[in-house]
């Protein structure tokens, strides 16, 4: 197991570039960690692009992408991005390999987008390890390396110094996750509404993103019942008060939201609740008690459920993983 740099030395990024790579990808790492966000009052990521061969890249389509960097600063970095392998069925070449050793045994984070899970485990960072990769390349991950714990599922995995995640998109909730890690839930929720993308995907691992883009609907009245809702979730807020917002029937609403939205308005209205218990349990010492009615909880063992339901982890536990500054937890 590589040793914990700590985040100001895992904040340079290496991300690696490949003959034949498709741009998305490798943009995704780009996006988040190579932009500088001029809202955010913070030291950014110092992001480089290597390649096995510096010098011109074929990009899908016919573009070209050229670094002068090679593997050498892809393990020098402290964390390292291999958003995907050219070829599944190939075994990644013995420089790639090398590097991706030592830049672990450096210390430094390893985080693989998509089929990128196939050179961390050609290089035997994800023996012994539960690592997942997109759905498709789960059995044949599982099948080349037998030691990896494969779990196609989740949209990512974080195991500490190895992250993993699947298909391409999820690699933007493993980014951000890791934007959240680094900087805390302010930061990474204003790069998610810059990037205007969800907070959480159902069906996944659970991102700690706070506070989503709320979505779209093109109904304008479901809309504002919804923003209604936002801007009040410590009230008692029913289907028929939110139907009652809408200018509609209960029925009518339902039907209404649930076309929109493709969820009902008391799922909804959960998810924003446990969403906005986030930065509470990140940012002040208030009780587990406290922050459930301040959400709109009508008891902590609702909240608690709720909470774990959709995070997969309990409020406490969330707050000793995230909480930001010195304070006492007194959550227990």
């Excluded at 002068?68 to 393990?75: E, F, M, R, T, Y």
């Excluded at 009245?221 to 209960?250: G, Q």
Aim: net charge positive; hydrophobic share 40%.
């Amino acid at each position: 197991m590589g040793g914990d740099v700590g985040a100001a030395p895992r904040r340079t990024v290496s991300v690696l570039a490949y003959d034949g790579m498709s741009a998305f990808e490798t943009g995704i790492a780009i996006e988040v960690f190579g932009l500088r966000w001029p809202e955010l009052d913070t030291d950014w990521y110092e992001l480089t692009v290597c390649a096995e061969r510096p010098g011109a890249l074929r990009v899908l389509g016919g573009a070209t992408l050229s670094t002068p960097h090679g593997l050498d600063a892809l393990a020098s970095a402290g964390t390292v991005v291999v958003p995907s392998v050219s070829d599944v069925t190939a075994t990644p070449s013995p420089r790639l390999v090398a590097a991706l050793r030592l830049a672990h045994r450096r210390g430094a984070r390893i985080v693989s987008i998509c089929s990128g899970a196939f050179a961390l485990a050609a290089a035997g960072l994800l023996d012994g390890r539960r690592a997942t990769t997109h759905w498709r390349y789960a059995e044949l991950l599982r099948s080349r390396h037998p030691r990896v714990e494969v779990d196609p599922d989740p949209l990512y995995i974080d195991d500490h110094d190895v992250l993993t995640s699947a298909g391409c998109a999820a690699g933007l909730d493993l980014c951000l996750h890791i934007v959240r890690t680094d900087f805390g839930a302010a930061v990474a929720n204003a790069v998610a509404r810059r990037l205007v993308v969800p907070a959480h995907r159902d069906g996944g691992q659970a991102q700690y993103i706070e506070a989503p883009v709320p979505p779209a609907p093109d109904d304008d009245r479901i809309a504002t019942s919804m923003a209604w809702a936002l801007a009040h979730l410590a009230e008692p807020i029913t289907v028929r008060i939110l139907a009652r917002r809408a200018a509609m029937s209960p029925r009518s609403y339902l039907r209404h939201f649930t076309r929109t939205t493709g969820t009902t308005p008391i799922r909804w209205l959960t998810d924003q609740r446990v969403r906005a218990s986030l930065r509470a349990l990140e940012t002040t010492t208030a009780s587990i008690d406290v922050v459930a009615r301040g959400v709109g909880f009508d008891s902590t063992a609702t909240f608690r459920h709720h909470f774990t339901k959709a995070m997969r982890t309990t409020p406490s536990a969330y707050r000793r993983a995230f909480r930001t500054g010195d304070s006492p937890d007194v959550s227990r």
